[in-house]
Every structure is written in structure tokens, then in C-alpha cells.
């Protein structure tokens, strides 16, 4: 069986550990300890496929550490997570995207723009355009808005993921 390293990069509290596990459990908690850097194992078909995944759920701040920098080298797809409700989270993944394709040596990676917390419409300060114009900027990486509370497009954005990581192998 196919085992498929994901990581799930992007600024604190915007709900990497909500969307990861949503996606895992199938879940909604309200708080998890924004420290906690944990990975969860899933086995998910995907077009007839069975994988093996192996998620990531970075916490913290230390961007350039090297097990940062250990981990992106060892990933196979991507999540960049912002929230809707918080612009300088859209700003962050600019330079995480930069360090992922520095690291893995390519432009070319497998990865998933989220703008999460979509349900909480009172408090967004960035639109779709807004996630739309950094995905076309990034060469069309598919953008997703998710809740990892209301369970909106989670799956999808996975799915998306590990399919892009599906048509790489069956390229090589
Ligand atoms: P992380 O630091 O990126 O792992 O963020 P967390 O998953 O810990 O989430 C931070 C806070 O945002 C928590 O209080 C979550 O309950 C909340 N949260 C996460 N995702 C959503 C969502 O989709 N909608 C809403 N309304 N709240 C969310
Ligand atoms: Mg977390």
C-alpha cells in the first residue's frame, strides 16, 4: 500500500488541528493545545486506491528549525491553511510556500491552499477573490474554503491533495 506523508502548514490559530482532525476523526472540538505538533495516521480510497497517510499537524512558531525543515523535506503533499478571518494569516503562507518549494527543490509540489473558518461570516475580513488571487498568483494551486467546524470542504481539500500526488506517481 501506498504511504503518503501530508503536512499542514500555516499561522497559529487558524485550525490546522481542527481541519486535521475533522478530516481524521471526523470531529469538531473547540480548543486543542495550539502547541501540540502531532501526527495522525488514516487509510482513505481514493479513486479505487487505498493510501496510507501519514498527516502532519505543525504547531509553533519556529519556522526555519530543522525539523522543519526535516519534515517538509519528507512530505509528499502540502495543506497551507489561513483563516478567513485573519489577513496576516493569508500573508504568512507567502513565505511558507517559499520555504516549502526552497526545500523540496521544486515548483511543482503537490499542495492545497485552505482559507478556513468560511462558517464564521461576521468576522471574515478576506473574501474568496482574496484566496483565489494568491492560488492564480501560485499557478492555479487549487483553493479550497473550508469550516473544520461545520465540516465544509475538508474532505475535498484532502481528496485534492492526494490526488495530485496520485498523478505524479503514475507519471514516474
Ligand atoms: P491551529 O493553531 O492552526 O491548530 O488552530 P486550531 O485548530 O487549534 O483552532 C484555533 C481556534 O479556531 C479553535 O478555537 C478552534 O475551535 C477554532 N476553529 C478552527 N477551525 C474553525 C472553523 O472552521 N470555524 C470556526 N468557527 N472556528 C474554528
Ligand atoms: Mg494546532
Known amino acids: 500500500m ?74 509528499r503533499g502540502f495543506l497551507l491553511v489561513y483563516s478567513v478571518t485573519d489577513e496576516n494569516s493569508l500573508k504568512e ?9 526552497r526545500i523540496k527543490d521544486s515548483t511543482n509540489v503537490p499542495m492545497v491552499l485552505i482559507g478556513n473558518k468560511c462558517d464564521l461570516s461576521n468576522e471574515r475580513v478576506l473574501s474568496p477573490e482574496d484566496g483565489i488571487n494568491v492560488s492564480q498568483q501560485w499557478g492555479k494551486v487549487p483553493f479550497y474554503e473550508t469550516s473544520a467546524r461545520v465540516k465544509t470542504n475538508v474532505e475535498e481539500a484532502f481528496t485534492d491533495v492526494i490526488r495530485q500526488i496520485m498523478i505524479r506517481e503514475a507519471m514516474t
Open 2 to 75: 501506498r504511504d503518503y506523508k501530508l503536512v499542514v502548514l500555516g499561522a497559529g490559530g487558524v485550525g490546522k488541528s481542527s481541519i486535521t482532525v475533522q478530516f481524521v476523526q471526523g470531529v469538531y472540538f473547540e480548543s486543542y493545545d495550539p502547541t501540540i505538533e502531532d501526527s495522525y495516521r488514516k487509510q482513505i480510497e481514493v479513486d479505487g486506491k487505498t493510501v496510507e497517510l501519514e498527516i502532519l499537524d505543525t504547531a509553533g512558531v519556529a519556522q526555519f528549525t530543522a525539523m522543519r525543515e526535516l519534515y517538509i523535506k519528507s512530505g
Open 93 to 101: 503562507l507567502l513565505t511558507l510556500r517559499e520555504q516549502v518549494l
